[in-house]
């Protein structure tokens, strides 16, 4: 007599709410999409009105997302470990900046640096503050002649950051670099410093 047993497989479920990182609004119709070396394939939904979301019958393991929706950045948190139960998350996804015409340079030594005159910090997400997330991260944009900030691409992120890093930088507003006295459009690139906020 042969038998068999089933292997107890542990699985989780994911909730969340996807937001735009400049007002904070929910996002309806994102597109949500799971991947993992737990997960044969991978599992996608789209957010309802509320911008929330849920994933059912998730393997325990460690899983990336990808998040898209027409008209914002697309986002693409990693490192989130799933281990069986109900896990909630929050992501903000910055929108898409409006062109810039093309004629930022590169800012440079001969040239007086822009200075903020006001604006946010970035804001620790509930979600980077629940996984310690800490580190160093660079941010090019374009501070225009006007002291607008745009254009802003990460070029070294951290988990659950990323959106409110740059929603933070393009509410800000700057005394324009000046090249021979005069504003101009320049590439500039930010290098923060994320620390936790204390308890």
Do not use: W
């Amino acid at each position: 007599l042969c038998g068999s047993v089933a292997a107890q497989t542990t699985t989780g479920v994911l909730t969340g709410v996807v937001v735009d990182a400049a007002t904070q609004a929910p996002l309806p119709d994102a597109t949500v999409v799971a991947r993992s070396p737990a997960l044969p394939g991978e599992q996608s939904v789209v957010t309802d009105e509320s911008g929330a979301f849920e994933m059912t019958l998730l393997p325990a393991g460690t899983y990336s997302l990808a998040v898209t929706h027409e008209g914002f950045e697309s986002f693409s948190p990693d490192g989130l470990t799933i281990k069986g139960g109900r896990m909630r998350i929050r992501i903000a996804v910055a929108p898409v900046p409006p062109p810039v015409a093309d004629t930022a340079i590169e800012f440079n030594d001969t040239m007086t640096m822009p200075s903020m005159v006001s604006g946010p910090d970035p804001e620790y997400t509930p979600d980077a503050v629940e996984r310690g997330i800490e580190g160093s991260m660079q941010v090019r944009c374009v501070i225009t002649a006007d002291g607008q900030v745009r254009s802003c691409k990460v070029l070294k992120g951290q988990p659950f950051m990323n959106g409110a890093v740059v929603g933070a930088l393009e509410r800000r507003k700057y005394q324009p670099a000046l090249a021979q006295g005069k504003p101009v459009d320049v590439y500039y690139t930010f290098n923060i410093r994320l620390k936790l906020p204390p308890r």
